[in-house]
């Protein structure tokens, strides 16, 4: 393309373009042939025309750099033919010189000058004059044509800048974007590497404190107190970056049925009760004039609410005032999370929901909240704005949700508190670690269930076809006989149709989701198992579904 721009147009350029002819219009054969040998050197071809009608056909045919054309004819006349001429468009501007042998008066001279003739020659024509007068104007046109050459040369050359300057610009664009993908991704990295390494210090400072208190030590409940605090939060950045994950794969789902807005209120102060508590702030939640029934995924809901409770705490100073509320505007409901913080700034404003975005690295987190929040109320038909009057000034995020058939949602609604738990139920603990499987065991017993137990998938095995159960628990990383054998080989070798295998791993892709459930498996826990997650797994034994399309 540089080269290209670099050419400049020259004279030379002309030797590609076929030189125009000269129309030489006379009803005397004799005069033609006169004209034809007086520009025979001129190095045009000339084209002859024995009347009027039949020179307007010849420039229907071909360009002309000149017409010589005599005035007297029968028929059309020399005057008539120009005006004819000059009426059309592409012939408008074509040289015209008149040749006469009759007329020298001032008014047909002055009516062929009126009719676009460059020039009046009166026979008998002085060859030598108008081989001169004519390469006067084929020159002319010669140069006409080079102008017009060099126009649509220079036009080519500046849509080939134009092209130029937007590749450059694309290019520029692009190596910014990518240089700010990388900044991003690399403050992304550093903060996951410390937000990580937060939750485990005090973890494992825990478990040392455990072994050196004894059972009945004061500071045993603070010790249990910080691991749990911290074991969620280590958690929460997991199932951020999953989600995101997911969502930007397009591999989640939401299951939208009617959900009573105040629940999802409750249930996402609860989840930042301890948040709260440890930086002093007041959570005040207004109270709903009317019952607001949306059309939502009760649990994406109350995640969209959580991160923008966690976003409040987060960037708001100590001692400071949050305010949750939720109103019906029309066809919406609308859901506030106000606070006294530190604000946004009007160029931050533009970019927070991005990903990996923070506007202060001290608020904790990994910059995926806020971008979980738009996705999610995206995939329910929402939206969700910030604003803020500045740095220091607080902020406000306002969440859009469409509104339920309220109706329709008093026979559809069925809390979840209110379902009907499971019975004693006989399952199998295969798991290859024993603090897991020990502890998860202990779990399951706690809730009145008998509990078998295996190191590995052998004898996990041999438990299942021995005990028959009704649930197995089912680790999938395990030395041997891995998790996804263990299931093809119960699928295969028993009729207890009735059994659920449930997986608990550590592998949380979609990809390993979809090959436990191509193995055999009904339910997907990835670990740490959260005992709701349990719960929700066992209750589902009941009614026969699964946790398919449903992030556990």
């Not at 999370?337 to 990994?366: A, C, H, P, W, Y």
Request: contains cysteine; glycine residues 8%; hydrophobic residues 40%.
């Amino acid at each position: 393309m540089s080269a290209q721009i670099g050419a400049a147009p020259t004279r030379g350029d002309m030797k590609h373009v076929t030189p125009a002819d000269i129309l030489v219009v006379d009803d005397n054969k004799s005069n033609l042939a006169a004209i034809e040998v007086a520009l025979g050197d001129l190095g045009r071809r000339l084209v002859k025309a024995q009347s009027g009608a039949e020179a307007l056909r010849k420039l229907l045919e071909h360009d002309f750099a000149l017409i010589i054309l005599d005035v007297q004819m029968p028929g059309m006349d020399g005057f008539e033919t120009a005006r004819l001429i000059r009426g059309r468009k592409r012939s408008r501007h074509v040289p015209i010189i008149f040749v006469t042998a009759y007329t020298r008066e001032d008014r047909d001279i002055l009516q062929g000058y009126r009719l676009g003739a460059v020039d009046f020659l009166f026979k008998p024509i002085v060859p030598e004059v108008l081989r001169a007068k004519a390469e006067v104007f084929v020159d002319l046109q010669d140069r006409t044509t080079e102008v017009q050459l060099q126009a649509e040369r220079l036009r080519e050359l500046e849509r080939l800048e134009a092209e130029r300057r937007i590749v450059v610009e694309r290019e520029r664009w692009e190596a910014e974007r990518l240089r700010q993908e990388s900044r991003n991704k690399d403050q992304f990295l550093a903060v996951l590497a410390h937000e990580l390494r937060n939750p485990l210090s005090p973890i494992v400072t825990g478990i040392k404190l455990l072994e050196k208190y004894g059972r009945e030590h004061d500071g045993l409940n603070r010790v249990r107190e910080m691991m749990d605090r911290q074991s969620a939060h280590l958690i929460r950045l997991i199932d951020d970056l999953l989600d995101v994950a997911r969502i930007s794969s397009g591999k989640i789902n939401v299951e939208i049925k009617h959900v009573d807005v105040s629940e999802s209120l409750k249930q996402a102060a609860d989840s930042v009760e301890s948040l709260l508590a440890e930086k002093e702030h007041k959570l005040t939640i207004a109270p709903i004039a009317e019952a607001i029934t949306v059309a939502a995924d009760a649990d994406r809901l109350t995640q969209v609410i959580s991160n923008l409770l966690n976003n409040a705490v987060r960037y708001t100073d100590k001692g400071g005032r949050i305010e949750l509320s939720c109103e019906r505007d029309g066809d919406e409901a609308v859901i506030r999370v106000t606070d006294n913080g530190q604000g946004i700034s009007e160029e931050m404003r533009e970019k927070i929901f991005e990903q990996f975005v923070q506007g202060d690295t001290r608020g904790r987190g990994l910059g995926l909240g806020l971008a979980l929040v738009q996705r999610l109320v995206a995939m329910h038909g929402g939206r969700v704005r910030a604003d803020s009057a500045g740095l220091g000034r607080g902020s406000t995020f306002t969440v859009w949700i469409p509104l339920a058939d309220t109706a329709a949602a008093k026979v559809a609604k069925q809390p979840r508190e209110a379902r009907e738990e499971t019975g004693p139920l006989k399952i199998v603990l295969i798991e290859d670690e024993a603090d897991i499987r020990d502890s998860v065991a202990a779990l399951l017993e706690s809730w009145g269930h008998t509990v078998k137990a295996a190191p590995d998938g052998d004898h996990g095995v041999e438990l299942i076809f021995s005990h028959k159960p009704d649930v197995a628990i089912i680790d999938i990383a395990m030395p041997g006989m891995d998790g996804y054998m263990v299931a093809r080989k119960v699928r295969e070798q028993t009729d207890h149709d009735g059994m659920r295998l449930i997986a608990m791993t550590g592998f949380g892709r979609d990809e390993d989701r979809e090959r436990a459930f191509e193995a055999g498996f009904n339910e997907h826990i990835t670990k740490p198992a959260q005992p709701e997650a349990l719960r929700g797994a066992l209750r589902r034994y009941k009614d026969g579904s699964s946790n398919r399309g449903i992030s556990a």
